[in-house]
């Protein structure tokens, strides 16, 4: 598509699914592959798109933005005069980064991305490693079948690679004898698609899930649920739906990141790099948390692991421990 078609398509896109609070001086946009209503990755990158709005700025937003209009919603954004645009995914780097030249005012600020284009382009993101490895020796220790099963998309992705193969690596670790089987679907926000694959999973004995998906993780709690297994969340609304079964929720908090680097960008600081958060960063922000009501985790887990939890966390932050999983420690199946 060339880049009239590109500018057509945006405005289109534009006149579907976009809404924009107007107000004067600078203004930010988002762009999310889902819904902002999907209690999960959408929900999360809308959460910090009011945190920008708190600091005085403008906003406007798209959902459901289908891949093939990413760079033509980008370009749309900024020739409207956007000073930051968002995109909600790493899927969106390479649109930020086709469009970026040609808006060097603009900061393009990708979350979930793990690149940066100097110099206006940047990445942000919390260490999926980190709490990648501490899913994987969580449900390796709550696991009576010694088997463990997580559904994940966007296969290849950075931090898809690093959270689900962090997943397999520890888990590994903490219980050798483990199996720890990796499902791949092909619709973040299919959550039909998230249960068939959890229900598959369980059905080959998996007893503790978990993953990375946006609407889709819906599925995967609803068959931990329907089957009496354990699970790891991505929203605390989760903890509502299966008290029983979730065993934490990982929350992250993208307000904070998006608020640090939109910050920047209004006092006139562009990046072009990428950051990421962590234990190590918790005198700013660690990017995310464990959540389970008042605590990190359900009353289930006993005193013995979350105390290794704990113990994890204060080795990540010392940089006593570095995760570095390949695609290979990613790979679907068992």
Known sequence: ???????????????????????????????????INDQSWNALGYSGLMKIKSLGIATA?????????????????????????LGHSGRFLSA????????????????????????????????????????????????KTGKVGGVYGLEGLPNIVAQAGAFRLCARKARPDITVTIIYIKDMEDAASGKEAALSLIANGADVLTGKLNAAMNGVIAAAKEKGVYATARSVDSIATAPKQVLTALVEHWGDMYGAAAADAKAGHL???????????ADRT???????????????????VVDELMAMQKTFAAGGMKITPTREDARGGS
């Open 1 to 35: 598509m060339g880049r009239a078609g590109r500018l057509l398509a945006a405005i289109v896109l534009g006149l579907v699914c976009t809404k924009v609070a107007r107000a004067d001086g600078m203004k930010a946009a988002m762009l999310l592959p889902g819904s």
């Open 61 to 85: 937003y798209s959902e459901n933005v289908p891949d093939s209009d990413d760079t033509a919603s980008m370009e749309d954004y900024a020739r409207q005069g956007y000073g930051i645009i």
């Open 96 to 143: 930020a980064e086709q469009v970026g030249p040609d808006y060097p005012k603009v900061q393009f600020i990708i979350g979930g991305g793990a690149g940066g284009q100097a110099p206006n382009v940047m990445s942000i993101d919390f260490n999926n490693a980190e709490f990648g490895c501490q899913i994987g020796v969580l449900a390796a220790r709550m696991s």
């Open 271 to 281: 990046s072009g790099s990428f950051v990421q958060y962590g234990y190590a960063t």
């Open 286 to 304: 660690t990017g995310a948390n464990f959540v389970y009501g008042s605590g990190e985790f359900s009353p289930a887990v006993p005193k013995p």
